[in-house]
Structures are given as C-alpha cells and as structure tokens.
C-alpha cells in the first residue's frame, strides 16, 4: 500500500532503505548503556532531509513495515520536508533498525534488517512516476548489498530506460552488508553506469586497490562525474575534462556517521542550481562540517546566508573558514 505521490514532481528522488536508529545519549558504550535515544537514518533519506534543509523538492522512495518504526520515520522525514508519499507499507514484513556503539576506535554500527520490507523492493520501482519525473535519482551501494531484488532495482534505475534526468550512485561500501563477498566488482559496475558517482578515496582503496584520486577517476570512467571524497583533507570532482579540488573545512568531529551523506546533499543542491564545479564542492563541505557536529545521521542544514556567504569566499579565506 502507499500514497498517492504529490502532484509536484521532486527535483531528487531518492531510493533506498531507511531504519530507525537506537543510540546513546552520550560517547559510553552500547554495553554501558541504560537509556538509548530513538532517531531516523538511512543513505538515501539522509540526502533526501538534506536536500529539502537546503531547499530542494525531494521525495524518499521505498517501503516501510506497518510498525510504530514506519510510523516514526514518516513523520520525521514528513517533518524535515522530504515528501514520503509514494512510501510502500508491507504488512508482512518489519522495518529494520540499528543501533550505534560508541568507542574510543569510532562509532560502530550493528544492523538489524535481514528480512526487512525495504529488502523487498524491486525493479519495478524503477518505473515510478515519481523516478521518471525527477531531475535526479539518488542511490547508493548500500541497497545493492540488501537483496538481489534491491540490486536488480539499482540496475534498472541506472539503465534510465524512461527517465528523462540524472542517476546519483555513492558507493557507500559498507562491508557488514557484503558477507557472501562481491562487493568489489558489483559496486565498480553500478558505479561506472551512473551519471555522478560519489566515492570515499579510503573504500576505493580498500575496494580496488586504488587510492590516487586521478587513479580513482579513470577507474570509475565512463562515469561522467566523478567526486572523490578524502575526510579531512578535501573532495576532487573530475567534470567535463576538468580536475576541481576544494580543501575540507575545519572543523570540530563529534561523529563522523552521515557526513557523507550530508556532502552528497549538498554537492546535488549546486547541481540542481547549476553553480560552478567549485561551489558545488564547497556546498558539500558545508553540509558535511554540519553533519560532524552531531550525534545525529540527519543535521540541520546551514541556513542559505551562510552558504552565500561562504561561497563567495576566495581560496585563502575558505581554507581558514570554522563554521559556527
């Protein structure tokens, strides 16, 4: 069952499974723990809540058990403008969690989604109005890991038989999902077909071997764009023949989680308003550093004075620039 789909197409529509996530409240383990906080996460939904923080029509595709969990990521994600109306119900099947475990090596994440009502997803969601209509449709490695349904979907979307706009894919290597192996070349084929790939320098190397940017970029070829993203140190997009490289922002780590997420929000927002390379990078730097300074998967976005004024910093001033 679903909604009917609003009758304003989205900019981005955005594919995949979103999960509720438990956490604690503070850096203690999960072991430690008495109380957890109850919070939305997901690849595909976080950039789907950062597009709409930036202003941007974004819509979330997928299905959801009929749960309070399903109940609570509509809501959130309704609340953060993100239209969830072509969102799937299975009565049959639940909806997936995760919990986040704090400690001194990072922030690990145990899944709870095998069986989930999103791993039922399929090609034929490919044909959506909602995806035919978009001027982007945003996806990751993470749904091709759920399913083999979930991956024939990915591969249906990218072959964008119908569709008239572009296919976002991050790589989002995520090596608990990929037990039975594959990873590698599947994510290097899905990667390869879409119109702009988002990648981590450090899982291509940990995928391909490869941990050049350069290198990285003529591997992903014929990929059009290419934007290669290096934590601290900064993103190159290779573009039209062009190398564009914009140092990160410096800024204070209180979770790394969604930060990714958060660039590729932002880079899609310089897309949709067709700035210059450089400011599209920026843009997702800005909506990263906002991303680092919480606990939360989903930040609130940097309001559009900020980004204006950020933007039309020159190169020093932008490598010396803190956000609040």
Known sequence: MSLPFQSHPADVVCVGETMVVLGPPDDRPLAEQDTLRMAVGGAESNVACGLAGLGHRAAWLSRLGDDPFARRILAELGARGVDVSAVETDPERPTAVYFKDPGPGGTRTHYYRGGSAATAMGPSLARHPAVRAARIVHLSGVAAALSESCDRLLEAVLARPE?????????????????????????????????????????????????????????????????????????????????????????????????????????????????????????GHLAAAAALRTRDDVPVMPPRTETDRCLALDEEAWAATAPR
């Open 163 to 283: 569709g008239r706009g572009l296919v976002s894919f991050d790589v989002n290597h995520r090596p608990a999902l990929w037990r039975d192996g594959g990873a590698s070349r599947r994510l290097l084929t899905l990667a390869r077909a879409a119109g702009i790939v988002f990648v981590g320098r450090d899982e291509a190397e940990e995928l391909w071997g490869t941990a050049r940017p350069d290198d990285i970029a003529d591997l992903l070829a014929p990929a059009p764009v290419v934007v290669v993203k290096d934590a601290g140190f900064g993103a190159t997009s290779y573009a039209g023949g062009m190398r564009t490289f914009v140092p990160s922002l410096p800024t204070k780590v209180v979770e790394p989680v969604g930060a990714g997420d958060a660039f590729a929000a932002g880079y899609l927002a310089g897309v949709l308003e067709d700035r210059a390379e450089r400011d599209r990078l920026r843009l």
